[in-house]
T-cell receptor
Framework: DAKTTQPNSMESNEEEPVHLPCNHS???????IHWYRQLPSQGPEYVIH???SNVNNRMASLAIAEDRKSSTLILHRATLRDAAVYYCILRFISNFGNEKLTFGTGTRLTIIP | DSGVTQTPKHLITATGQRVTLRCSPR?????VYWYQQSLDQGLQFLIQYYNGEERAKGNILERFSAQQFPDLHSELNLSSLELGDSALYFC??????????????FGPGTRLTVL
């Protein structure tokens, strides 16, 4: 699996936007960029994924660099509930479509009230 | 609530014993994955089943085995337990989405403590 690099930890104030970066310089053309998060004492939770274009959903936005070597997960207005470990994961496209997730160390996001 | 259920929530046992962890995937999901999360190793993939057949293996010890039944629920069997097997065990199920990628939905986990 191609490797991703994320900061170990970040802090943000409540109700402010949060930008979580991820570097993936060895990404291949067939790799999707996925983000999952793990809230304390819970299982990981899917957040968003994309291939080339920026993506938005009810939870977050994903901004993908033009060369695809980096991406940024954007939480538009952080709440205390967003405190979690965020994982950036590259997943290759396959005909089968269901493949294991390879988790790195992620970014531990702390929200300051 | 992800729709994936795991039982039991907590399990405390002794070294050398054998335990079975159970997972029920979301309705309609054919793939089941097992992951182990320990303090020093992070989240590690163990094994995947798809529609009853083993699909992929990760860092699963020979003392561990799994199976997926016709009703698609899965069981992870851990035997000859050691202290180092104490961890959170997560089950996930997935559905394929457009373009060949998928989204995995995780259960709440089973916390195993080996004394």
């Amino acid at each position: 699996d191609a490797k991703t690099t994320q900061p170990n930890s970040m802090e943000s104030n409540e109700e402010e936007p949060v930008h979580l970066p991820c570097n993936h310089s060895t990404i291949s053309g067939t790799d999707y960029i996925h983000w999952y998060r793990q809230l304390p004492s819970q299982g990981p939770e899917y957040v968003i994924h994309g291939l080339t274009s920026n993506v938005n959903n009810r939870m977050a936005s994903l901004a993908i660099a033009e060369d695809r070597k980096s991406s940024t997960l954007i939480l538009h207005r952080a709440t205390l509930r967003d405190a979690a470990v965020y994982y950036c994961i590259l997943r290759f496209i396959s005909n089968f479509g269901n493949e294991k997730l390879t988790f790195g160390t992620g970014t531990r996001l702390t929200i300051i009230p | 609530d992800s729709g994936v259920t795991q039982t039991p929530k907590h399990l405390i046992t002794a070294t050398g014993q054998r335990v079975t962890l159970r997972c029920s995937p979301r309705s309609g999901d054919l793939s089941v994955y097992w992951y182990q999360q320990s303090l020093d190793q992070g989240l590690q993939f163990l094994i995947q089943y798809y529609n009853g057949e083993e699909r992929a293996k990760g860092n699963i010890l020979e003392r561990f085995s799994a199976q997926q039944f016709p009703d698609l629920h899965s069981e992870l069997n851990l035997s000859s337990l050691e202290l180092g097997d104490s961890a959170l065990y997560f089950c996930a199920s997935s559905v394929k989405v457009a373009g060949g990628t998928d989204t995995q939905y995780f259960g709440p986990g089973t916390r195993l403590t080996v004394l």
